[in-house]
Each structure stands twice: as C-alpha cells, then as structure tokens.
C-alpha cells in the first residue's frame, strides 16, 4: 500500500508553534515547553503509577461504564490491566454526531498503536483510553457531520437547541421532543444514503437511539469501531469520575492566585518568543467551571479581587467551592488548560496523544502539571494523514497532481485550471513557455539595464516588467481555460480530488467524517490506521488505500 510522508509544515494553516514542536531538530524554547522528545519511546519507561485503592476504584468505575457503551472482551480485560498496574496512552475529543470528523479515529488509532509500541519497548503493560470531552458546551460544534455527495460536502445536523450552557453529553440526540425523533430519523435515513447503506449505517442506528445522549451514543460508536483493539472509551462527567479527580480541582481553587501568574508568564514568554497562546489567560480568569445546581448550566468561575468566586451572577467563597467539591464534585470541571491535569490525577497517563490546538494548550498547561501534579506528562502528536481512495488515485496519476499541489490549489476552479495547462496540447505549452522565458530574461536584462542609468528609471522599468509578466501570465490562464472549457470531463475530475482529498478548503481530516471511510472499507480501516500511526512518519501521511 502507497505511502508517502511530507513535511508537516506542507499542511495549510500549520502554527509556528506546531510546526517548531514536530520539527525532528526543533529550537531550544520548544524543548523547555515540551520537555519529552515527541519522536522519542524513552517516556514509556518513566509512566506514573497509582495507589491500590485508587486503581481499584478507577477499574470498577469504568468497568461500568465499558458495559454501558457494550464493550468487548478486549476493552475490558484492558480494564483489568489497569487495575493490576497497567499504565494508559490517552487521547480524546468532543462528542460529535456519528463520531465526527476522520482525526477521531485517526486519534484512538494513534494512542492505540503507541500503547503496543509503549508495552513492547518498556516491558510494562500500556492500555489505549480515549476520553469524551463531554463537558463542553459548544453543541453548534459537535451537532453536525460532512459527508460527500458527487458534487459538494454535506453537512447533516440534528438541530438540537438549548437556552443556557449545558453540558452537551448529557444531551439526547433528539431533543427529547417528537419532532426531534422525526429529525433524527431523517438524518440517519439521509447519512444511510450518502455512506451507501453500508453495514456502518446499521451501527449507527444502534448506537443513535432516540433515547441515548450524544456521549452514550459516541462512546458506543468509537468502542464498537475498535473493539478488537481494546480501546477503553471514557465519559468522565460523573461525580465518581470528579471525586477521583478531586485534588486536581482542590489544587486549582486554593493556589489560584500562583496559578494565574504562572500561566500569564507562560504565555507573555510564547509570545515573546515568537508563537501564540493558545488560551487568553487574563486577571481574574480560573481554570474552572461551575454548573448551577438548579439550571445544570455551566459557567466560568471568576476571582473577584476581594477573593470572593462568582460564576454568573452568584457569588461564592473558596470555602463554599471547597464545600461542593467534597459534596458534589460533578459541579466543578477544568477548563482548557486543567482538563488534561484532571484527566492525569485521575488515569495514569503515560503520554497523551494530540492534535495541532492541543500541543498548542499543552506549552500553556506544563505550568499548571508543574505546580499541580509536580510533572508533566508527554505529548505525543496524532496520526496526520490524507486517505486516498483508489478511483482518486488514479484520477491524480493520470493528471500528475499531487497532494501537495492539491493545497495549493485551494479550490475546485484552480485545481481544474492545473489540470487544463497540464492537457494544453505540447507545442502551444512549448510555445508560450518558450516566449514567457524569454520574456522574462528580457525584461531582467533590460530593469538592470535602466537601474544601472538611473534608480528611477529603473523603478519604472520594473513597474512595466511586472504588467507585463501579468499579462504573460494572463494568456496562461486564457489558454487553460480554453482547454477547460473543451475538456468538460477535467472539472469533473478537479471536483472529484479536491472533494475527497481537501473537501472545501479543509484538511480531508478535519472535515470528512470518519464514518465516511468506515463505511468504504469496513472493519479493516481501523486496524489500516492503528498499522500507520507509528513514529516513521513524523509529518503528514498520504495514504493510498
């Protein structure tokens, strides 16, 4: 099976930040924010361990839950790994209908193979968890998926609504209401059509009952997906989640204050070095949510000057949020930043796996695991790739087109322009190469020329110069738009690889619905995707199915 690795930095819209932290020889500050190596296994032999008690309560908890999401044997002798001293290779996401966007999979797939790679390399026991972001509240983000027609990316949507900020989790993917199930059913009938009811569609109705929330029927999706990996899917919002949890959280209320310096200093020192926070820390901001007991809306806390909290429009002191943590810690939940400091009080993380934003909040986060939990826990960056379908693949090696000049084309219309020049007959190619060329040598001779006489001169010769290769360049595109408009089957085939390979300027990743490729090559993919999610490959992955 084809495979080809690029640069990371090929990919549009890669940060300085990323593209520094996956450089193999990345500059000296990048190393001091990410103090492990990420194309490195030596993390795998300095894992953190947890006290009897606590491995014991964790098993238990997600034992539960593994039965609720109907996981396998695989899943839940992993579970009983944990229990007996295992350590855990972590990723996660937001809880996006029918699984959301390829980087779901292309994430458990990674912390899956990086487990295996772990366990071999350490002789200890490493076990794959993928943890639900469930606690956000951004439903517009995770209530949609794309799917292809012929012609266009379409998004579905269950058009779930609220009016305040709760926890999407929780949600039920119909609303709770009749029309809510009518839409639901008319979403799933419409996904079943586009994946051409392939045997996916049929998982899909298992797992988006009426009754099942978006975190219960995501769970289930992604633990059916790779059960015979043993990934172990966890929801976290419960109160026996939170309790486990519970120091992270106790830490971040009572040394706010140190925390809140720390954070500011990190991200006025990225800046300065030339990068970006990912999180705009500012005075007063904390690191946690409340959600209000009668409402179940989620809030920020804020720190009044004073020393009061106030979340909303209530205020609260530090002894009350002490309170509700010991009595009802399900209320309290990390932002951004302390999420993968509570997840790592709670599992022991060997190494998390991460995409782009979340490197970028892991160099914003070493402050508050420095100050919290005393260490910081690797970040390892997740399987990047562009799956190319075989009717694709040789659509671009009869164009010659390659990913690459995929991204640089941006749209349909210029990528199908690219291909018109490349289809221009040979000798008109030759010829308007031929005099662009020499155009070109022309003109530089003659601006050198005019800048020796006089700089205004040659100012002006270089104004003219530059209309002129506009022109010539003008003529190019006339001449490929002529052979566009001759050749109607080269818009079909620019349609064909831009919406497949970068779906409406996206990253095929980032957009296309994992559930997209499941339905085109059934249970195999998983295991494609775990066999290329190791380290031989530090950038971008173009793989040819």
Not at 377 to 393: G, H, N
Not at 431 to 441: L, W
């Amino acid at each position: 099976m084809p495979v080809e690795c690029y640069p990371i930095a090929t990919l549009p819209g890669t940060t300085p930040l990323f593209r520094d932290y996956a450089e193999l020889s990345a500059p000296a500050p990048i190393r001091r924010w990410f103090p492990h190596d990420p194309f490195s296994m030596a993390w795998a032999n300095q894992s953190p361990t947890l006290d009897e008690a606590h491995r014991q309560t964790l098993a238990d908890i997600l034992h539960r839950q593994a039965e609720t999401f109907g996981a396998g044997n695989a899943a839940l002798a992993n579970i009983e790994k944990l229990r007996n001293g295992a350590a855990a290779v972590v990723t996660g996401q937001q809880v996006a209908l029918f699984g959301g966007p390829l980087l779901t999979l292309l994430k458990a797939a990674t912390a899956i193979r990086k487990a295996q790679d772990a366990t071999a390399a350490s002789g200890r026991e490493h076990v794959p968890i993928f943890w639900l972001a469930s606690e956000d509240h951004d439903l517009a983000e995770v209530d949609q998926v794309a799917l292809l027609t012929k012609t266009e990316v379409e998004t579905l949507t269950l058009g779930l609504k609220l009016d305040r900020p709760l926890p999407v989790g929780g949600i039920r993917v119909d609303g709770g209401t009749e029309a809510g199930r009518a839409t639901l059913e008319a979403v799933l009938d419409r996904a079943s059509e586009l994946l051409a009811w392939a045997p996916v569609t049929e998982l899909l109705r298992e797992c988006y009952t009426p009754s099942a929330t978006l975190a219960t029927a995501f769970g289930k999706l992604l633990t059916k997906l790779f059960a015979d990996h043993g990934l172990i899917v966890m929801d976290a919002a419960s109160r026996d989640f939170h309790a486990l949890g519970a120091p992270a959280l106790r830490s971040a209320i009572e040394n706010a204050a140190e925390l809140e310096t720390a954070l500011i200093a990190r991200s006025e020192e990225l800046v300065n070095a030339g990068y970006h926070a990912q999180v705009l820390v500012a005075k007063g901001n904390s690191l946690l949510f409340l959600t209000d007991e009668a409402s179940g809306a989620r809030a920020p806390l804020r720190r009044i000057d004073d020393g009061t909290w106030r979340a909303g429009t209530r205020s609260y002191s530090a002894d009350e949020l002490l309170h509700i943590l010991e009595t009802q810690p399900e209320r309290l939940s990390p932002n951004a930043l302390l999420r993968p400091v509570f997840q790592d009080a709670i599992l022991p993380t060997a190494a998390y796996i991460a995409g782009p934003a979340e490197v970028a909040y892991f160099a914003q986060s070493a402050v508050v695991y420095e100050k919290i939990l005393g260490r910081v826990t690797p970040v390892l960056p997740r399987l990047s790739a562009t799956l190319i379908e075989p009717a694709i693949a040789q659509t671009m090696a009869a164009h010659e087109v390659s990913v690459e000049q995929i991204f640089e084309a941006k749209t349909i219309d210029a990528l199908a322009l690219r291909l018109a020049a490349r289809a221009m007959p040979i000798e008109a190619k030759r010829r308007i190469a031929a005099v662009g060329n020499a155009m070109d040598a022309e003109l530089s001779a003659l601006t050198d020329y005019m800048t020796a006489m006089s700089a205004d001169l040659g100012r002006a010769a270089g104004v003219s110069a530059s209309k002129m290769r506009y022109q010539m360049d003008r003529l190019r595109r006339m001449s490929a738009q002529f052979e566009l408009q001759k050749e109607a089957s080269l818009k079909k085939h620019a349609t064909a690889i831009m919406l497949s390979t970068f779906p409406d300027g996206h990253l095929q990743e980032r957009l296309l619905a994992g559930v997209w490729f499941v339905a085109r090559y059934g249970d195999s993919l998983a295991s494609l995707l775990v066999e290329h999610a190791g380290q031989e490959c530090p950038g971008h992955r173009v793989i040819s199915l």
